[in-house]
């Protein structure tokens, strides 16, 4: 997820490691083992904004009548909302707060690093008696991908298929109009989309960005065969793998052409004028400006396209909403990590045992699962041919909900929907010709050596990663040379070269496993 980090996130949640150190970590466990006969609240963090129409707080209800039958206890979310949302999570994590059961993601949420500072309980003990059925379901490789220091520190989603490979979403009407009648592949023929929407269009911004969508990491992407890596450097990727074939060999994407042709690529656009003039200070919803057809492009991933088509079907009739998967160009796909979504068990929890207790249902228990997930049957929908649809009436004001679990969906117990694109298949069909295994699953980055250089190359990307990408920054070989100079006095050699060293030794793990 290429998000905008305030820069003031590591520096804060640097400020606060020593504290939740001192704070310890074994949780206080106030309801302690099998004893199931104090009714407990357990907490959820979860991130999203918290639902405003009450429809959530009623399938709640409903979830918690069957976890007090069944093990005395209740759950309750703790919502980390979008506005600032690393910020905000990382401190949440960092303070000592007794939070039970958190949403983790390695790959976009920093549980490496969180895991480092101290900000989990281990499981391996408490698994197999709190939350057997998920013990017993997830296989031992999966488990491996879990671990921090030898210890498991977070169950994974390892059940549930998703692709969030990301790409530009685009209106196949206009896209046909422009004279683009075969699927778009590469960055080249955006740029010509765009251009008549803008020659065309006088009422269209041709895409109407913020400037937190950070689009590097799906031009590097496009442009070459370097993998991310799971560090995290803020706004936009600093360092990554060279290729799969290379996978353990570093190198910087922003040091080399490819970000200073992107940065020239971006100014242009600019100058063009694809996006609003004052982009940077833009807080209009590109997603929404796109369905009332104010706008015509997106960028995310093929999961939300799937359910965007749909819903363009019906706002904007014709419209043919496309995707552009970043991958096309390159052929560059992996598999996505089994911790991209998944849970782990606060430090400082004080109800560990039911808490897991909770998990365990909220995994396995297909009612519960599915309120979760969908809601209550006949409000927020209907059964119709064995798709979940609309139920007659609904009014998604009114009617509409979500809890945001990310953290343990299971195939199994999904419901197939009308809202997701029906051909969806024929991306998927696409992604299964080129993926290529996740390779980084138990590689973990320990920066205890490199701290303040990573806090400080984090805020070098905040600071002028959006301007560069949306060509707000002057003349784009002067900032990206002040940008690379910037990332230099920040400490960028002495990261890469630990990075480096922590990969040589992963390498020698991985290899010496696979010799077994």
Not at 110 to 133: C, I
Not at 211 to 231: C, K, M, R, Y
Request: aromatic share 12%; glycine share 8%.
């Amino acid at each position: 997820m290429w998000k905008h980090r305030k820069w003031m996130a590591a520096l804060l949640v640097s400020m606060l490691v020593f504290t939740l150190a001192a704070c310890g970590g074994k949780g206080s466990n106030n309801a302690a083992g099998d004893d199931k006969s104090q009714f407990v609240t357990v907490t959820f963090v979860a991130l999203g904004d918290k639902p405003k129409n009450g429809q959530f707080e009623k399938v709640i209800d409903k979830v918690n009548a069957i976890m007090k039958e069944k093990i005395n206890a209740n759950v309750q979310w703790k919502w980390v909302e979008w506005a600032d949302w690393q910020t905000k999570y990382n401190l949440l994590l960092a303070s000592g707060e007794p939070v039970d059961l958190v949403t983790i993601g390695t790959d976009w949420l920093d549980t490496w690093g969180n895991a480092q500072r101290g900000a989990f309980m281990p499981l391996d003990d408490l698994l197999p008696k709190y939350a057997p059925e998920t013990w017993k379901s997830i296989p031992k490789e999966d488990w491996a991908q879990s671990k921090y220091n030898g210890k498991i520190v977070l169950i994974p989603e390892n059940d549930y298929t998703q692709w969030i490979n990301h790409g530009f979403f685009y209106r196949g009407d206009w896209a046909k109009q422009a004279g683009i009648t075969e699927p778009i592949k590469d960055w080249d023929t955006i740029g010509k989309y765009l251009q008549w929407i803008k020659d065309n269009k006088p009422d269209v911004i041709p895409w109407d960005v913020q400037a937190s969508d950070s689009i590097f990491g799906g031009w590097v992407q496009s442009h070459t065969q370097n993998l991310e890596l799971p560090i995290s450097t803020g706004y936009l990727p600093v360092f990554a793998g060279k290729s799969y074939d290379e996978r353990y060999t570093v190198v910087s994407p922003v040091f080399d052409d490819t970000f200073l042709d992107f940065a020239k690529t971006m100014k242009q656009w600019a100058d063009n004028g694809y996006w609003r003039e004052d982009v940077l200070n833009n807080k209009n919803d590109t997603r929404t400006a796109l369905q009332a057809g104010q706008t015509g492009m997106d960028q995310h991933h093929t999961q939300t396209f799937s359910g965007l088509r749909v819903q363009m079907d019906k706002k904007q009739p014709g419209s043919e909403l496309q995707m552009f998967p970043f991958s096309r160009q390159s052929g560059n796909l992996l598999e996505m990590p089994i911790t991209h979504g998944g849970v782990a068990l606060g430090a400082h929890s004080k109800n560990p045992e039911r808490a897991l207790m909770a998990y365990d249902l909220m995994r396995n228990n297909k009612e519960i699962y599915q309120l979760l997930n969908y809601g209550m049957e006949g409000t927020q929908y209907v059964i119709k041919d064995g798709k979940r649809t609309l139920p007659d009436g609904y009014d998604e004001t009114r009617d509409g909900f979500y809890s945001d679990f990310w953290a343990g969906r299971m195939d199994k117990f999904e419901i197939p929907s009308d809202t997701t694109w029906d051909k969806i298949d024929t991306l998927y069909s696409e992604y299964d010709k080129i993926k290529k295994p996740y390779p980084y699953g138990q590689f973990v980055f320990d920066n205890t050596n490199v701290q303040s250089e990573l806090t400080a190359v984090s805020q070098v990307t905040a600071e002028m990663g959006p301007a560069i990408t949306y060509g707000k920054a002057g003349d784009p070989t002067q900032a990206v040379q002040q940008f690379r100079d910037k990332l230099k006095l920040a400490g960028y050699d002495k990261v890469m070269a630990e990075l480096q060293r922590q990969l040589d030794a992963y390498k020698t793990q991985m290899e010496s496993s696979a010799a077994k």
